[in-house]
Every structure is written in structure tokens, then in C-alpha cells.
């Protein structure tokens, strides 16, 4: 157990609708990481938070949008849902070193499949 | 380009066996590269980070070489297990940045 949280587990949904993905970090990381993983695809990198603020972006797609709050549990929004969003949403997160790289712990996913 | 390639992408050893997983960047500048184990449908857990000075490092039977000259990174795996079935990833972080790079990993069987 990595201590990252994330819910729901699973989530089924239609084309066109949004849906939320949240995560709760370990305790006392600042650092939220999502990504996406396509069904036999590598891991994605989507964007990263670091105590409330924006810090990267990778592959997001404007459909998609994501924030960190207070609390630094983060939350992913996506909308407008295509077929092509099914994949399994991984957050992790990390007390960061600067940007000399930290160690991100991986929650367990979110499974979104759009029908 | 920033890339990380990873080879083989799928590879079956019996149990007990010894194997070699390859991973080449182009990643630059250079920070660290970091190997992670993925079982099926679960998050990925770090298994070694090394930086540019570092050559080896191991954790357990996972034994990770670098060849920061090359740009070349191995991960080793000694008298596999069932239980080192999975996915392995090469990741590498972009230095003075928030990003890493991800490989598409190496999907590992180990048969009984």
C-alpha cells in the first residue's frame, strides 16, 4: 500500500459525459502527479501540482482539467468523454528534492471505461 | 527528442532464470532514471533511482546498471520468481524540470 488514494475505482460512463477522478496523497506530500495508461500503452504523463499550484503539463488534452485544493487532495475532470478516453487514471504523489527528481508513490488507479 | 526505449518489449523466463531488461534515452539534459515494476492493473513501485554518477544500484534481486555516456540503463533480474511477473518501466527525469519520460516498459512472464 503506497498510502496515495484514489476513487472511484471503477468508473462506466457514457460518451459526451464528465466525469471527476480524485486523489488523496500521502500524508505530508506536496506533489500530485496524473497520468494515463491506455489499455497496453505506457504510462502518460497528464500534469503535475505542487501544493496548490501548477508546476507541468504534459499530453492533457483541453477537455481535460485538474486542481489541487487546501487540503491537497486533487481532483481530475474530464468532460466531453470519447471512446478513446477509456484507460486506467494513475495519480501519484511525492515530497519533491527541486527539480532534481523525487520518488513518486502510485495509487492504485481509476479504471474509466466510456461506452 | 526526449525518448526512453525500452527492449524487449515482452519476454517469458522459467522460474529460477536470470534476465536482463535494456533500457536507451535521449533524454537531455539528464537527471536520474528510475526503473518501476507495474504488476496488471495496479500503480507502479520505484525500484532504484540513479543519478549520473552512479553506476549500479540494487535492491534485492533487481541489480539496475547506467551508462550515462551511452545513455544506456539495465535492469537485472537474479533466480526470478513467480511473482516478478509484471511490467517494467524506464522512466527518466528531465533535469531543472517537472517532467519525466516514460518508456511503454517491458512486459516480463516468469513460468513455474
Known amino acids: 500500500d503506497s498510502g496515495v488514494t484514489q476513487t472511484p475505482k471503477h468508473l462506466i460512463t457514457a460518451t459526451g459525459q464528465r466525469v471527476t477522478l480524485r486523489c488523496s496523497p500521502r500524508s505530508g506530500d506536496l506533489s500530485v502527479y496524473w497520468y494515463q495508461q491506455s489499455l497496453d500503452q505506457g504510462l502518460q504523463f497528464l500534469i503535475h501540482y505542487y501544493n496548490g499550484e501548477e508546476r507541468a503539463k504534459g499530453n492533457i488534452l483541453e477537455r481535460f482539467s485538474a486542481q489541487q485544493f487546501p487540503d491537497l487532495h486533487s481532483e481530475l475532470n474530464l468532460s466531453s468523454l470519447e471512446l478513446g478516453d477509456s484507460a486506467l487514471y494513475f495519480c501519484?504523489?511525492?515530497?519533491?528534492?527541486?527539480?532534481?527528481?523525487?520518488?513518486?508513490?502510485f495509487g492504485p488507479g481509476t479504471r474509466l471505461t466510456v461506452l | 527528442k526526449n525518448q526512453v526505449e525500452q527492449s524487449p518489449q515482452s519476454l517469458i523466463i522459467l522460474e529460477g532464470k536470470n534476465c536482463t531488461l535494456q533500457?536507451?534515452?535521449?533524454?537531455?539534459?539528464?537527471?536520474?532514471l528510475r526503473w518501476y515494476k507495474q504488476d496488471t492493473g495496479r500503480g507502479p513501485v520505484s525500484l532504484t533511482i540513479?543519478?549520473?554518477?552512479?553506476n549500479t544500484k540494487s535492491n534485492g534481486r533487481y541489480t539496475a546498471t547506467l551508462d550515462a555516456d551511452t545513455k544506456q540503463s539495465s535492469l537485472h533480474i537474479t533466480a526470478s520468481q513467480l511473482s516478478d511477473s509484471a511490467s517494467y518501466i524506464c522512466v527518466v527525469h528531465v533535469a531543472g524540470t517537472y517532467k519525466y519520460i516514460f518508456g511503454t516498459g517491458t512486459r516480463l512472464k516468469v513460468l513455474a
Open positions: 533500457c536507451n534515452y535521449t533524454v537531455s539534459p539528464f537527471s536520474n
Open positions: 540513479m543519478t549520473f554518477s552512479e
Open positions: 501519484a504523489s511525492s515530497i519533491p528534492s527541486g527539480t532534481s527528481g523525487d520518488t513518486q508513490y
